[in-house]
């Protein structure tokens, strides 16, 4: 099955410096990409997804890049603000299953 | 690293029975456990959040008498598909969270197949 790994675990940033989290997965076969950003306490939401037919993905402050040849993808977030701070997590889809990352803690320090 | 354990993988059942799915925090406590249901290329649908001595809270248009959720204690959630219909028939997972901006844990999954 896929395996997807998620680096790093924990991400501290200055507030208005960039933040990148990185994942890989191990299915070719895998051909969408969702981002999720949980805040504590609250339900996972996603905040940007990325077919396997596309390269990058821009939503304002937020992309994602896809290299299906090396199996990664990033999710990029420029100029960061405090209500950036939650927990990240990628997933890769096969089939009928998603398959997660372990998350990210992003602590944007103002 | 923390670990979320769902069981079982997969269950076939009968209409009209119930099934019960657990989903269990290995090596750390779990006061929040959410549980989601996922349909064919889709992503995952969150049904309800599962809160530790507490009722559950269900999203819009999930019923909760027909998704009975327990969360007794700080290790175990289940979810019981009462009176199982064809159309319950989809993939149900469970997720975790340890603490404070810990990461959200989730379990395997369980496929259900109503016939």
């Known amino acids: 099955g896929e395996n997807v790994e998620q680096h790093p675990s924990t991400l501290s940033v200055q507030e208005g410096d960039s933040a990148v989290i990185k994942c890989t997965y191990s299915?070719?076969?895998?051909?969408?990409f969702p981002w999720y950003k949980q805040e504590l306490g609250k339900r996972p939401q996603l905040i940007i997804d990325i077919r396997s037919n596309v390269g990058e993905k821009k939503d304002q402050r937020i992309a994602v890049t896809l290299n299906k040849t090396a199996k990664h993808f990033s999710l990029h977030i420029t100029e960061t603000q405090p209500e950036d701070s939650a927990v990240y997590f990628c997933?890769?889809?096969?089939?009928?299953?998603?398959?997660f990352g372990t998350g990210t803690s992003l602590t944007v320090i103002p | 690293g923390a670990v979320v354990s769902q069981h079982p993988s997969w269950v076939i059942c009968k209409s009209g029975t119930s099934v019960k799915i657990e989903c269990r925090s290995l090596d750390f406590q779990a006061t929040t456990m959410f549980w989601y249901r996922q349909f064919p290329k889709q992503s995952l649908m969150l049904m309800a959040t599962s809160n530790e001595g507490s009722k559950a809270t269900y999203e819009q248009g999930v019923e909760k008498d027909k998704f009975l959720i327990n969360h007794a204690s700080l290790t175990l959630s289940t979810l019981t598909v009462t009176s199982a219909h064809p159309e319950d028939s989809s993939f149900y997972i469970c997720?975790?969270?340890?603490?404070?901006?810990?990461?959200?844990?989730f379990g395997n999954g369980t496929r259900l197949t109503v016939t």
């Open positions: 997720s975790a969270a340890g603490g404070n901006n810990s990461p959200l844990h």
């Open positions: 299915d070719s076969a895998s051909n969408y």
């Open positions: 997933a890769a889809n096969f089939g009928n299953q998603f398959y």
